[in-house]
């Protein structure tokens, strides 16, 4: 057990993105979850046991990113980006009537709340095609 | 400090003892130790293709992706990949026991019961997730890192609203065609990119909830 602790370390939670399976995803714990589909651009991650929302997953990313984040302004200027930004970004680029569906609305507040209560910064990004 | 005269032109200056910079030792993690044997997990594994159920193929294992949840410490993705995708116990010391003929559930990609392709989203070059699919078990028992003076994980039940999904990247979303040299079949059908549990639909136990908006159609 010592050594693996040694040579292993602990998970520190940040946001990272998963080339592959092509999404950024962040998640507080190192733990049994479960994942729920909100829609094609969001998975809500849940703790096994009470259901609870302990991190999300952004699909898609690499498109999203290199298209709308990647050349917006704001990033351009800033020397680093917050997780937050990345969902608000998101939803403004849905829409309104995307968000009829309160159970859908709900569920992107839930992310946006985790983004902001962590302060998750972004700094794992999509390469370049 | 000191000097020690060397000529009329040149003078040494000697720090003494106490002005010099004291070598600092630094505590390097893991050095001059090999990882554990379950931190590298086998790059490929066999499965049922997806154009025949009755037909087992090998399949990588994401590369990069697996690497990327070692860099941030995060055990569990890969115990699941052991235990869930590759269908066997991960090799840690005292876990031997968990690898029992319990008749409950199905474990590994060879267990599938069910094989949805597309899905419904865009995934890096694949703007509608066409060439993926992904395959259903419904494993009753999981495995955690829970450290005890027996063994570093432990097994639990997992609750029976769960259902496992697989996601591959197909090779040759087509089918590929059997060699044209040797006429002997395909080894190799894609690589496994993603792992986890999803809720089950109410109304069928052994399929994903909400299987026919997440996917484009189901092969067997």
Redesign the interface.
């Known amino acids: 057990m010592g050594m693996l602790t040694a040579t292993f370390g602990e998970y520190t939670p940040r946001a990272l993105y998963y080339e592959d399976a092509d999404a950024l995803e962040y998640v507080r714990v190192d733990a049994p979850v479960v994942y729920r589909r909100i829609d094609e651009f969001l998975t809500l991650i849940l703790d096994l046991e009470t259901r609870e929302p302990v991190g999300f997953k952004i699909k898609g990313f690499r498109n999203f990113y290199l298209r709308t984040i990647k050349s917006s302004p704001r990033t351009i200027e800033s020397p680093f980006l917050r997780l937050i930004t990345v969902l608000e970004d998101l939803m403004t680029e849905l829409g309104e009537g995307f968000f009829s569906e309160a159970p859908r609305r709900d569920a992107y507040q839930t992310a946006a709340d985790i983004a902001a209560q962590d302060q998750v910064i972004v700094s794992d990004f999509p390469k370049a095609a | 400090m000191r000097y020690v005269w060397l000529d009329e032109r040149l003078q040494l200056r000697v720090p003494d003892m106490s002005e010099r910079e004291q070598p600092k030792f630094r505590l390097i993690?893991?050095g001059n130790?090999k990882?554990?044997r379950w931190?590298s997990p086998p790059v490929t594994t066999l499965g049922r293709s997806p154009f025949d159920k009755n037909r087992i193929m090998a399949y990588r294992v994401?590369n990069?992706?697996v690497q990327?949840h070692l860099d941030?410490?995060?055990?569990?993705p890969i115990l699941?990949l052991w235990w869930h995708v590759h269908g066997i116990v991960p090799p840690i010391s005292g876990a031997a026991k968990f690898d029992t003929t319990d008749s409950r559930g199905t474990r590994g990609l060879r267990g599938a019961h069910a094989c949805f392709r597309g899905l419904?989203?865009?995934?890096?070059e694949d703007?509608r997730?066409f060439d993926y699919v992904a395959f259903v078990t419904k494993p009753a028992i999981?495995l955690?890192?829970e450290?005890s003076m027996a063994c570093?994980i432990k097994q639990?039940d997992?609750?029976a609203d769960?259902v496992f999904v697989i996601?591959a990247?197909l090779d040759f979303p087509e089918g590929r065609r059997h060699n044209q040299i040797d006429g002997k079949p395909p080894v190799t059908e894609g690589?496994i990119?993603?792992w986890?549990?999803?809720?089950c639909d109410p109304e069928n136990p052994l399929l994903p909830?909400?299987h026919k908006s997440?996917f484009r159609r189901r092969l067997w």
């Open positions: 993690d893991g130790q990882p554990a931190l994401t990069g992706d990327k941030a410490r995060k055990r569990q699941d419904m989203r865009p995934a890096g703007d997730g999981g955690k890192y450290p570093l639990f997992l609750p769960l996601y990247r690589v990119v993603l986890q549990l999803v809720e909830i909400d997440r």
